[in-house]
């Protein structure tokens, strides 16, 4: 069988931590800022650890998981 390839999307926006979980970046970022209050908008910017729901499903595409 040939290896897997990574998935080329997921590998430009999730990077796994040390201790093995998934960060990414919070959504809501992109546009229509002008409303949202500079406090919402500086902790948005800070990167998130993905919950483990989801982290499950990263995992698959950056190929890091069980089996």
Do not use: C, W, Y
């Not at 970022?29 to 500079?38: D, V, W």
Request: charged share 35%.
């Amino acid at each position: 069988m040939p290896k897997m390839k990574t998935h080329s999307g997921a590998k430009k926006r999730f990077t796994k931590t040390a201790t093995g979980k998934v960060r990414g970046r919070h959504a809501f970022t992109s546009h229509i800022l002008e409303k949202k209050s500079a406090n919402k908008k500086r902790h948005l910017g800070q990167p998130v650890i993905l919950q483990p729901e989801d982290a499950r499903r990263v995992n698959k595409l950056l190929r890091t998981g069980s089996k």
